[in-house]
């Protein structure tokens, strides 16, 4: 009558992309709130919302539903490019250990990633 581990993880795992795209949802209204009331002061809601903040907030989502490497790496991509264009001139220490950082800890989830997926099987 008992669940075992196995069914825990995986009726949790079939229950966690609703409840991370909820949490998405909630962020997001709560930015559009804070962007159109200019409750912080920083300007128009253009310059609240771009493409590169769509980047990290899909790239914040994939993390919530447990995919790290393309959510790691459309939060890399996003940042960079929002760096990228609000900076005159990125600082070399910037430049040179961004990417390099990137492909770590990329490398790094997909070896803990196959811990989990060892763990499940």
Known sequence: MGYSNKDYLKRSKERNPQISFG???I????ALLVATN???HLGSVKEYF????????I??????????IPGLLLIAGGVWFFLDDYFEEIPAFIKTFFWPSV???TGLSFIISSFFNRKNK
Not at 27 to 30: K, N
Not at 59 to 68: I, T
């Open 23 to 25: 949490i998405f949802l």
């Open 27 to 30: 962020v997001l209204g709560l």
């Open 38 to 40: 200019d409750m912080l």
């Open 50 to 57: 771009t493409w590169q903040t769509v980047m990290i907030f």
């Open 59 to 68: 790239g914040v989502l994939l993390l919530l539903n447990l995919n790290f």
């Open 103 to 105: 492909i770590i800890l």
